[in-house]
């Protein structure tokens, strides 16, 4: 299994500034995801973090709105950038463990994000 | 294009009555299906998996390749089951979760 955590838990911030999102997890992984999910909404994949890479983002989402980091392999970073009430959202990172035959997602508490 | 759809957005019943969740999936390979819960105040966690095909808290989950569904049942339901529930398929080499709507189940007295 793993722990996850992350900080903030929550921040109301101004439109226009940016919010870095902290990740730290209690075991090495190799890969670590970060979602977003908006207000009654599901959740949606922003981007893959490999630690010595460079984030891998979904369809939608780019590196100049959410720059990642991944220093090591226990810790990982995301940024709102650039920030307007429609990135009011929670945000979760996860990370993946176990074999192929048992691999299992295990998520964060989430960051709730209100952008006013 | 890869999609899970949960068609209900609540489930409401009754303790004791059974329960059947609803997710129909679209993909173009081999899909590896989960079921996750979100209790109230508590983090997302995962359920079960078709590929493990176990009963997890009397929940169960058949994987239909013919009807590219995977519904979450449980025969007795109690209130403590009442949460959100999300169906996810896994994509791709990295296994990124593709997530359903959700489902929340409310189970009264």
């Known amino acids: 299994s793993a722990v996850i955590s992350q900080k903030p838990s929550r921040d109301i911030c101004q439109r226009g500034t940016s919010l870095t999102i902290q990740c730290q997890v209690d075991?090495?992984?190799?890969?670590m995801f970060w979602y977003r999910q908006q207000p009654g909404q599901s959740l949606t994949l922003i981007a893959t973090?490999?630690?010595?890479?460079?984030?891998?983002?979904e369809s939608g989402f780019v590196i100049d709105k959410f720059p990642i980091s991944r220093p090591n392999l226990t810790f990982s970073t995301l940024t709102v950038s650039n920030m307007s009430p429609e990135d009011s959202s929670i945000y979760l990172c996860?990370?993946?463990?176990?074999?192929?035959?048992?691999?299992?997602?295990?998520f964060g508490p989430g960051t709730r994000l209100t952008v006013l | 294009a890869q999609r899970v759809t949960q068609p209900e957005k609540l489930l409401s019943v009754f303790k004791g009555a059974p329960v059947e969740l609803k997710c129909n999936y679209s993909?173009?390979?081999?899909?590896?299906l989960f079921w996750y819960v979100q209790y109230s105040r508590q983090r997302l966690q995962l359920l079960l998996r078709?590929?493990s095909r176990e009963s997890i808290k009397g929940f169960t989950a058949d994987l239909n390749k013919g009807e590219t569904s995977f519904h979450l049942k449980k025969p007795f339901a109690q209130e403590e089951d009442s949460a959100m529930y999300y169906c996810?398929?896994?994509?791709?080499?990295?296994?990124?979760?593709?997530f359903g709507a959700g489902t929340r189940l409310a189970v009264h007295p």
């Open positions: 078709h590929i």
């Open positions: 996860s990370v993946e463990v176990g074999d192929r035959a048992g691999n299992e997602q295990f």
């Open positions: 993909y173009s390979g081999s899909p590896e």
């Open positions: 973090a490999n630690q010595g890479s460079e984030a891998t983002y």
């Open positions: 075991s090495q992984v190799t890969m």
């Open positions: 996810a398929l896994s994509s791709g080499g990295y296994n990124k979760l593709i």
